[in-house]
């Protein structure tokens, strides 16, 4: 069984930083391209950003503010968020990229920016 545990979010104030951690089980993770994704209230999901073995994409709206990592020796993907903005107020998940499993939206982690 698959399973994605998001944590790391918080409340932060506009101009601060995060690190968001996904531990995986249930998947070879070290073959697994890894996507971050968000939802913010009202709006769809939509990818943050993801990483394969060798290559990071970022969605134009966090480019240059975030940064996806991987250590395939911990299961683990992270996300460290910097000059954090109120628009990237949402639940972070991470999951499968690019095709996300259905099974693996966890519960995700809450991320609000607001002074």
């Known amino acids: 069984q698959v399973l994605f545990v998001e944590s790391g979010g918080g409340l932060v104030q506009p101009g601060g930083s995060l690190r968001l951690s996904c531990a995986a089980s249930?998947?070879?993770?070290?073959?697994?391209?890894m996507g971050w994704y968000r939802q913010a209230p009202g709006k769809q999901r939509e990818l943050v950003a993801s990483?394969?073995?060798?290559?990071?994409n970022y969605a134009d709206s966090v480019k240059g503010r975030f940064t996806i990592s991987r250590d395939n020796a911990k299961n683990t993907v992270y996300l460290q968020m910097s000059s954090l903005e109120p628009e990237d107020t949402a639940v972070y998940y991470c999951?499968?990229?690019?095709?996300?499993?259905?099974?693996?939206w966890g519960q995700g982690t809450q991320v609000t920016v607001s002074s």
């Open positions: 999951n499968r990229h690019p095709v996300p499993l259905a099974d693996g």
């Open positions: 249930g998947i070879i993770f070290r073959f697994a391209a």
């Open positions: 990483i394969s073995q060798s290559n990071t």
